[in-house]
């Protein structure tokens, strides 16, 4: 099992540019989760999926959109990038009835 | 009172100690906890649940005062490869539910 994927690891962005960071988990996990990592705010909740088809705003949704059409992948769009999404995201997945979440490696970002 | 509250550290302890850290949660209701460890540039990954009776791993302790609301994890011996930034969490209410992490509490341990 490669356990939770994502792509790219580094990736630099002008303010106002849109991308997507990739998000794969090969675990057949139900439940999975974007977080973003600032210095000084601890991992903070971004959206979440229950399931294909089924997506749900966390903490600090506002310049993100997500979309889950299968059980593996769980994409994160920036729609017009910032800088103050300037962060280090991680996407995690779990099964439905356990709480252990199983994190990506990571994607660090800056916009500058 | 915010929701999960670690002291940020850093912890500096030799090589054999022993060290403890504890976290303070505020809703009553929570239901679950956790210990996570996050090595630097690197994702969290579970070190440990915490059960209401307590629970050991070898070297790790972790223990639950509900009725004070906080959790607490005791590193016995500790070695030169526990350095790292130890997270607590804990879910926010019964059903699904999203998990609330704190900042985390850094441990330095030196030889």
């Known amino acids: 099992n490669a356990g939770v994927t994502q792509t790219p690891k580094f990736q630099v962005l002008k303010t106002g540019q849109s991308m997507t960071l990739q998000c794969a988990q090969d675990?057949?996990?139900?439940?999975m989760s974007w977080y973003r990592q600032d210095p000084g705010m601890g991992l903070r909740l971004i959206h979440y999926?229950?399931?294909?088809?089924?997506?749900d705003q966390g903490e600090v949704p506002n310049g993100y959109n997500v979309s889950r059409s299968t059980t593996e992948d769980f994409p994160l769009r920036l729609l017009s990038a910032a800088p103050s999404q300037t962060s280090v995201y991680f996407c995690?997945?779990?099964?439905?009835?356990?709480?252990?979440?199983?994190f990506g490696p990571g994607t660090r970002l800056t916009v500058t | 009172r915010k929701e999960v509250e670690q002291d940020p550290g850093p912890f500096n302890v030799p090589e054999g100690a022993t060290v403890a850290f504890n976290c303070t949660y505020s809703?009553?209701?929570?239901?679950?906890f956790f210990w996570y460890r996050q090595d630097c540039r690197k994702e969290p990954k579970l070190l440990m649940s915490?059960?209401?009776s307590g629970n050991e791993d070898g070297r790790f302790t972790a223990q639950l005062n509900r009725a004070s609301q906080y959790i607490s994890l005791l590193i016995r011996d500790s070695k030169l490869s526990d350095s790292a930034t130890y997270l607590c969490?804990?879910?926010?209410?019964?059903?699904?539910?999203?998990?609330?992490f704190g900042k985390g509490t850094m441990l330095l341990v030196s030889p």
């Open positions: 915490v059960y209401s």
């Open positions: 995690a997945s779990r099964p439905g009835h356990l709480y252990e979440q199983y």
């Open positions: 675990m057949n996990h139900e439940y």
């Open positions: 969490v804990v879910n926010r209410d019964s059903g699904y539910s999203t998990l609330t």
């Open positions: 809703n009553s209701a929570s239901q679950s």
């Open positions: 999926s229950v399931g294909a088809g089924i997506t």
